[in-house]
């Protein structure tokens, strides 16, 4: 099989472990990080200083806010679903970024139909995968197009989550919510560590992909 095409797959693999976490779940490193009952929400953060940018001039992310939040599916059986909203912004950029997705722990998350890494900057084959929307529900109609994917994983505890992107994301802003937005990132924009945070300080997320 082509590497393209194991690629390709990968989303499809991914959805279908979301929804087998939705209808089955188990517990999971994740549950640290959120507690899996309907309707709670948990807010990570992380702000870079000028002095880390100095240090780190390839980083084009300066900020980043990621809300998760547990909301019943109406499957049968019925079950949980995680969904996850993210918020960034960039260097010369006053607008953040957003997009959102739903997550689901994997055991083979970062591996591909040959068994090999998807993330690289990853170095585990579990973790908790995230297939992102290319059209956030802002929208009066979803679309069923793949936005990108990443992983997100507990810090070393369990205030701190370690996030993981892959090499793109597709995005928008809230003043123009219908324009998608293609996000490459570099080496230097791949992994995030962020901080449990106050739920006020993810507001503006559910704001702008719900309202």
């Known amino acids: 099989m082509s590497r393209q095409l194991e690629f390709a797959l990968a989303p499809i693999v991914l959805l279908a472990a979301l ?34 940018l100095r240090k780190n001039p390839k980083q084009a992310i300066t900020s980043m806010a990621v809300r998760f939040s547990y909301d019943k599916e109406p499957a049968n059986p019925p079950g949980l679903i995680l969904g996850l909203g993210l918020a960034i912004s960039r260097k010369g950029d006053p607008q953040p970024l957003f997009a959102q997705g739903g997550c689901g722990w994997d055991e083979r998350v970062n591996l591909d139909t040959s068994d090999r890494r998807m993330i690289k900057e990853f170095k585990k084959d579990a973790g908790g995968g995230c297939m992102m929307s290319a059209r956030p529900d802002v929208f009066d109609t979803l679309s069923a197009e793949e936005g990108g994917y990443l992983i997100v994983d507990r810090g070393r505890d369990a ?4 996030l993981y992107l892959d090499d793109y994301l597709i995005m928008v802003k809230q003043p123009d919510r219908a324009k998608q937005i293609a996000l490459d990132f ?26």
């Not at 929804?19 to 953060?45: M, V």
């Not at 205030?159 to 370690?162: D, F, I």
């Not at 791949?190 to 702008?208: G, Q």
């Open 19 to 52: 929804y087998a976490a939705a209808t089955a779940r188990a517990a999971s490193p994740l549950d640290e990080l959120i507690a899996p009952k309907p309707g709670n929400s948990a807010c990570f953060t992380r702000v870079y200083d000028a002095n880390h």
């Open 159 to 162: 205030n701190t989550l370690m």
């Open 186 to 211: 570099g080496a230097a924009d791949r992994v995030f560590l962020l901080h449990r945070a106050p739920a006020i300080d993810c507001d503006f997320v559910e704001r702008a992909l719900t309202r």
